[in-house]
């Protein structure tokens, strides 16, 4: 197995939930450091009950990850493709977004070769499961920071602007905003008005609000440059904090602990059992399978729904 791409809290819950389910199959595991780049540089270790103990409530992953660009050619998968022929791995379950299962659809299609896939990544925009791997916690962390932000802007009324990860996507902002209470969220998929958010900041200052939060996904705007503009428009003291890398860290959530070790679970056996090609993921709370080709070809959108819901919490 790998985990592969951006590494996200949880991951190491998955590797535990594979290596487990397979040894209690009677299948050895062994995992490749560093990605697909471990398996075309034959870097990989065996996974025991052992060595698995003790990471579950570890963020990040014990295999470490990496980008590989190597793999992207066809060549590096030919390579990575003779390196697990000649070590006797029969099957390779790879834990990462939506690039690395591209990856592994590559693999697979070209040579004829067992994958399964998990969605692990804190972006939760990978189609065919409710949730991946890493997006609770991640959803947690930046929660967490608000919750405290909003501390020091209510003593100082002030705005706070507040930059989450989400280059492409809005999930993790919606989901950050909605459970922070802030006042707007800005997502990279839905047009807004900049001029109209002042217009409501202003109206809930004249109704007594003294301070205000706005969640910006990193693929919506700068922070920066919304906290200007704010501060222009309405004259409030204003702030920006971009969470950052913070978000990938930390100790998972009994959430993504829980969903992490079934998904690599069920990998493990659905792969032993014979099948390939496909993305394990959960749907209203029941393991499902996915193809990766459908996976990948569909698009997760957001919710209208709960970006609706920000604007009435906050009128
Ligand atoms: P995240 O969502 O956290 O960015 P990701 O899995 O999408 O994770 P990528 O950097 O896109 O991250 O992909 C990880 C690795 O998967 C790449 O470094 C590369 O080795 C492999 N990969 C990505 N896209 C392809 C592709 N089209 N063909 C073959 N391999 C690919």
Sequence with gaps: MITSGGDAPGMNAAVRGVV???????????????????????????LTTQS????????????????SSQFRDYEGRKQAFEVLMSNEVEGLVVIGGDGSLTGAKTLSEEFDYPIMGLPGTIDNDIAGTDFSIGFDTAVNTAMEAIDKIRDTAYSHERVFVVEVMGRRNGFIALEVALSSGAEAVLIPEVPFSLLEICDNLKKAR??????????????????????D????????????????HMQRGGSPTAFDRVLALRLGAYAANRLINGYSGEMIGVDGGKLVHNPISYVLSTERTIDPERLLLVDVMSS
């Design 206 to 227: 004249t109704r007594g609000k003294r301070s205000s939060i706005i969640v910006v996904a990193e693929g919506a705007g700068r922070a920066s440059d919304v906290r």
């Design 229 to 244: 503009f704010v501060a222009k428009n309405t004259g409030f003291e204003a702030r920006y904090i971009v969470l950052g």
């Design 52 to 67: 698995v103990g003790g990471i579950i409530h570890q963020g990040g992953t014990m295999l470490r990850t990496a980008r």
């Design 20 to 46: 487990r389910a397979a040894l209690a199959r009677g299948v050895e595991v062994v995992g490749f450091q560093h990605g697909y780049r471990g398996i075309i540089s034959e870097d990989f270790v065996n």
